[in-house]
Structures are given as structure tokens and as C-alpha cells.
């Protein structure tokens, strides 16, 4: 465990030092979501039923800016070689690069969210529902992502089938996301989509860094 933790926080630091990863994400999730005001008017009513959506797609979108520079990094420099040799297991080692996207991007975003929802027009008494609900979500799609990143490690144009891969396994998590973010606003409650959210994390927490393992391994071999 001590193996494990080590490189979580190596990864940590390595973003501390070189955030330009974190920041791009940040400034693309604050001026994609910013642009939606001036494309559909200055309506508060329309801006305050479409904010929760527009948050979700603007979070989405941005968690896949540093997946390619996940494990590839570590692939061009020869690092990963050395992370393989740790003692951890594959799946231990892409388990905890995973957390570590998720405490560099997903955490960001989600503070990022809190002043977008307000400009957005997202009332007081749903912030705290969409802020909960996109905890869940951002963990989902680090798990996710994580996974495709491994999946095309070394592959010719990795960066562009990412996104591809990537998108189209994130559609629940957006759905169920969006469906509890919007309760509040429809008067219903938003555990089902909570408990959806949950029931796709708790799938992906085994199966995602197994997966990525055997990505790793692959990779690696």
C-alpha cells in the first residue's frame, strides 16, 4: 500500500510542478460553458433550465484533455517500465493513476462548477444536488478514461480514437448525471439518477483498472 500511495502522490506533485495539463482543462470547462450564454441569448429562465447540461458537457468534454498524456508520458520516457517493476500489480498501478486524474482534473472542475452554475443561473437549492452529482460522474469518467487511455497506449493516432472510445461509453453516466441534476428544477426527487451514478461506479471500480492492467501490460510487453 505504501507503493501505492508513493505514486499517487508522485503523480500529484508531477501536476503541481507542470499544471499546464490542469489548467488547460479548467480554462476549457470555464470558456466552453461560458459560451453557451452568448449562442442561446441573454434569457435567464433558458440559461437556468439548460445550465445543468451544459455544466455536464462541459465537464465531460474537459476530463478528456489529459487523458492522452495519462500513461503516455510514462510510455515515451521509459517510466512506465520502471512503475511496472514496483512490485504493484498492473491494475494497482493504473488504479492509482486514475485517482490521480481524478484529484488533478475532477476535483478542479467540480469547484470550477460552482461559479459557472452561478452565471449560468443554476438556483441555490440545486447547486449542492448537481455539485454531488458531478463528484459521482467525474469519478466515473476518470475510471472510464483511464481504461481507453490504456487501451490505445502506443497506438498510432491514440489521441484521436481516445475521444472516440471514450464518449460513447460515457453516454449513461451523462444521462443519469443530467437526470438528477434537473430534478430539482421538474419538483422530483434525484436519488434514482444518484443511485444510477452510484451503480455505475461502484461496476466500473473493479472492471476499469483491471482493465487498464492488461492495457498496461500490453503496452509495456
Known amino acids: 500500500m505504501t507503493a501505492f500511495f508513493a505514486l499517487i502522490d508522485r503523480d500529484l506533485r508531477l501536476a503541481y510542478r507542470f499544471g499546464a495539463d490542469t489548467l488547460a482543462s479548467l480554462l476549457f470547462f470555464i470558456l466552453c460553458g461560458s459560451l453557451f450564454p452568448l449562442a442561446l441569448g441573454p434569457s435567464p429562465d433558458l440559461l ?13 468534454l474537459a476530463s478528456l484533455l489529459p487523458l492522452d498524456r495519462l500513461f503516455g508520458s510514462e510510455l515515451e520516457d521509459g517510466s512506465l517500465d520502471l512503475l511496472m517493476l514496483t512490485g504493484l500489480p498492473a491494475y494497482a498501478v493504473a488504479f492509482a493513476k486514475m485517482i490521480a486524474h481524478w484529484l488533478t ?21 440545486e447547486l449542492p444536488l448537481l455539485l454531488f452529482g458531478l463528484m459521482l460522474g467525474t469519478m466515473c469518467l476518470s475510471l472510464m478514461g483511464g481504461m481507453a487511455a490504456s487501451i490505445v497506449l ?11 472510445l471514450v464518449l460513447p461509453l460515457a453516454t449513461p453516466v451523462l444521462i443519469f448525471g443530467a437526470a438528477s441534476s434537473y430534478a430539482g428544477q421538474l419538483g422530483a426527487s434525484s436519488s434514482a ?19 487498464a492492467g492488461y492495457g498496461l501490460k500490453s503496452a509495456v510487453g
Not at 49 to 56: E, F, K, L, R, Y
Open 48 to 60: 437556468r433550465h439548460m445550465g445543468p447540461g451544459i455544466i455536464w458537457v462541459c465537464a465531460l
Open 105 to 125: 482534473t475532477g476535483l478542479p472542475l467540480l469547484v470550477a462548477a460552482i461559479p459557472l452554475g452561478i452565471m449560468l443561473g443554476v438556483k441555490g437549492s
Open 154 to 164: 502506443g497506438a498510432r493516432r491514440g489521441g484521436v480514437l481516445l475521444p472516440l
Open 193 to 211: 439518477g444518484f443511485d444510477l451514478l452510484g451503480a455505475c461506479l461502484l461496476a466500473m471500480l473493479p472492471l476499469c483498472p483491471l482493465a
